[in-house]
């Protein structure tokens, strides 16, 4: 594991999560620190090679934290960056295409074939990690949205329903327990 690269991603992550350039502020860098983790997980349990799930789960949303006008095609500009980075860290050429593919294919709102275990485990877990963020859901909803109660609790609860949707059929499985167990807190 080159824990290495790893703890540098995660410093330059969170250096660009900091700036104010970056339209999503923090909440972004703590998204994107749950997808690791879910990724990490996942990597496990479905026996995929956890450090290329990792470097692209700290990667998939460089785009977007780096320069809001990638937005909508973060997916493709974020695994030129990560390109870029990780040939600047010595990273193995035929490693690095494959966090290019997990990145490229993350997006559960495009609807794009996973390839490979790895692409699953990052695709996945940047949807579950919702879950692990509801705070800046909330946070979304209310402050950035000005929403009143009632339509920031539906807010969320539509993100997160279609969040789990996204899921693969195993992970909808393994996640269910935490599903059911936020919709239940916000359906009181």
């Known amino acids: 594991m080159r824990t290495d690269i790893l703890d540098y991603l995660q410093q330059e992550v969170y250096s660009r999560c900091a700036k104010p350039t970056n339209k999503f502020g923090m909440g972004c860098y703590y998204h994107i620190e749950a997808v690791v983790k879910n990724g990490e997980l996942l990597a496990e349990k479905y026996g995929a090679d956890k450090e290329i799930v990792m470097i692209a789960a700290w990667l998939h949303d460089i785009a977007s934290i780096t320069d809001y006008a990638l937005y909508e095609d973060h997916h493709i500009h974020g ?28 997006r559960g709102s495009k609807q794009i074939d996973k390839t490979s275990v790895e692409e699953l485990c990052v695709a996945d877990a940047d949807a579950i990690s919702h879950f692990d963020s509801l705070p800046s859901l909330l946070y979304l909803a209310y402050k950035e949205r000005d929403m009143d109660i009632e339509k920031g609790i539906e807010f969320v609860k539509g993100k997160l329903e279609r969040s789990f949707n996204k899921l693969s059929p195993e992970s909808k499985t393994y996640y269910k327990n935490k599903y059911q167990q936020v919709m239940s807190v916000l359906n009181q």
């Open 79 to 106: 695994a030129d960056i990560a390109y870029n980075l990780l040939t600047e860290l010595s990273y193995e050429q035929d490693k690095i295409e494959l966090v290019q593919k997990c990145i490229r294919n993350h």
